[in-house]
Every structure is written in structure tokens, then in C-alpha cells.
């Protein structure tokens, strides 16, 4: 029982620094953040009230703060002017969503509006819906 745990430990070590070694070279420039864990990422720093606990990390950390939850990497924003920041002078960089193996089944391979990707297509796509869902007398068929 005890060789189970000890190959069990040696595996996930193993794979740990594995990861680190591949990562080595490629070191990005990421906001500041609290210490995360090696495969939970930064979870056991969110407890009942998740909203309070991102005020009080953004206290010490910053507006702008980089967490890991489990394998996904988040840019957590916390003052109106860096939301400014990021959802106007840099929109075109955070206007596509994370590729998903689900997305590709339920989207089409990314060809609709909730998953596709920005660009001239899904500009036409959303004009498209907008002016066939929220024309004036489509509209008022939604009224009771």
C-alpha cells in the first residue's frame, strides 16, 4: 500500500517538473498576483464570499491581478479605470472567447454568435440577428 502512494507522489512530482522545465524558456510578463498552488491555482484563496475576497487580494495586489483557477489562467480587473482600459483601448485583444473542445460540437466549429470568433463574420452574423430579432415589429410581438 505505502509503494502506491509513494509512485502516486513520485508521478505528480515528476509531471510537476516536467510542466516547469517546459515552461522554462517562456517566461510571460504577467500582472502581480498572490501564490498559487501547483495544481488548484489560486481556489484556496476563495472562500463563501468570492467578491470580498477578490476586494481585499486587490488591496494588496493591484487593480489589475493575475490568478490561475485549476488550469485557467484569469486576469482579474478591479477598478473602473483599468476595466476602461481593457474593454475600450484594448478590445480587439479580449473580444474572443477561449477555444473549447464543446464549442466546436455545439457551435458549428465556431460559426455562430455565441462562440465564433470576431472578425467581419460575426459583425455581419450579430447585424444579421439584430435587425431580424429587434426590428420594430418583430419587437412588439414580444410584448404581452
Given at each position: 500500500?505505502?509503494?502506491?502512494?509513494?509512485?502516486?507522489?513520485?508521478?505528480?512530482?515528476?509531471?510537476?517538473?516536467?510542466?516547469?522545465?517546459?515552461?522554462?524558456?517562456?517566461?510571460?510578463?504577467?500582472p502581480?498576483?498572490?501564490?498559487?498552488?501547483?495544481?488548484?491555482?489560486?481556489?484556496?484563496?476563495?472562500?463563501?464570499?468570492?467578491?470580498?475576497?477578490?476586494?481585499?487580494l486587490?488591496?494588496?495586489?493591484?487593480?489589475?491581478?493575475?490568478?490561475?483557477?485549476?488550469?485557467?489562467?484569469?486576469?482579474?480587473?478591479s477598478?473602473?479605470?483599468?476595466?476602461?482600459?481593457?474593454?475600450?483601448?484594448?478590445?480587439?485583444?479580449?473580444?474572443?472567447?477561449?477555444?473549447?473542445?464543446?464549442?466546436?460540437?455545439?457551435?458549428?466549429?465556431?460559426?455562430?454568435?455565441?462562440?465564433?470568433?470576431?472578425?467581419?463574420?460575426?459583425?455581419?452574423?450579430?447585424?444579421?440577428?439584430?435587425?431580424?430579432?429587434?426590428?420594430?415589429?418583430?419587437?412588439?410581438?414580444?410584448?404581452?
Open positions: 500500500m505505502a509503494w502506491i502512494w509513494t509512485t502516486a507522489v513520485s508521478v505528480i512530482v515528476f509531471f510537476y517538473l516536467l510542466q516547469q522545465f517546459v515552461n522554462l524558456g517562456k517566461k510571460k510578463k504577467l502581480p498576483g498572490p501564490t498559487g498552488l501547483p495544481i488548484v491555482g489560486h481556489f484556496h484563496l476563495l472562500g463563501k464570499n468570492p467578491h470580498q475576497d477578490l476586494h481585499r486587490a488591496r494588496k495586489h493591484g487593480p489589475i491581478m493575475y490568478m490561475r483557477f485549476g488550469t485557467v489562467p484569469t486576469i482579474i480587473v477598478s473602473p479605470a483599468a476595466a476602461e482600459l481593457f474593454l475600450k483601448k484594448h478590445d480587439l485583444v479580449f473580444a474572443n472567447r477561449p477555444h473549447h473542445e464543446a464549442s466546436s460540437y455545439l457551435g458549428y466549429e465556431q460559426r455562430n454568435l455565441i462562440f465564433g470568433r470576431y472578425g467581419p463574420y460575426w459583425r455581419n452574423m450579430r447585424k444579421v440577428v439584430t435587425w431580424s430579432c429587434l426590428a420594430i415589429s418583430r419587437s412588439a410581438s414580444f410584448s404581452p
